[in-house]
């Protein structure tokens, strides 16, 4: 069993940054792709950006490429989503997920893809 936290959600001004953790218990972390998703209010939940799980390599929806950073630290067990000029968009419940998929060095994006979900942290940004 793997259990996921995210934690660092909150309410943030527009333009501003916000660093989303996600923490594992009972699994190594870097043993599977991690995938981080929202959902907006009303919404499907939809993918924000990756981490394969060997490389690594990173992915990310073209709605933030450029703006958030998808890192891990193995020591930790922690993935991280760095969030920057974030916008009121942006709003959503994100969780992250950990999936093992066959090939290491990819990405996965499709939300069946990924077997384990932590609870979801809320981030709300004004304008």
């Known amino acids: 069993q793997m259990q996921l936290v995210e934690s660092g959600g909150g309410l943030v001004q527009a333009g501003g940054s916000v660093r989303l953790s996600c923490s594992s218990s009972g699994r190594s972390i870097v043993t599977f792709a991690i995938g981080w998703f929202r959902q907006p209010p009303g919404q499907e939940r939809e993918f924000v950006a990756g981490?394969?799980?060997?490389?690594?390599?990173?992915s990310y929806a073209d709605s933030v490429k450029g703006r958030f950073t998808v890192s891990r630290d193995s020591a930790k067990n922690t993935v991280y989503l760095q969030m920057n000029s974030l916008k009121p968009e942006d709003t959503a419940v994100y969780y992250c997920?950990?999936?093992?998929?066959?090939?290491?060095?990819?990405?996965?994006?499709?939300?069946?893809?990924?077997?384990?979900w932590g609870q979801g942290t809320q981030v709300t940004v004004s304008s």
């Open positions: 981490v394969s799980r060997s490389g690594p390599i990173t």
């Open positions: 997920a950990a999936a093992v998929g066959s090939y290491g060095g990819v990405v996965y994006r499709v939300k069946s893809d990924y077997i384990y």
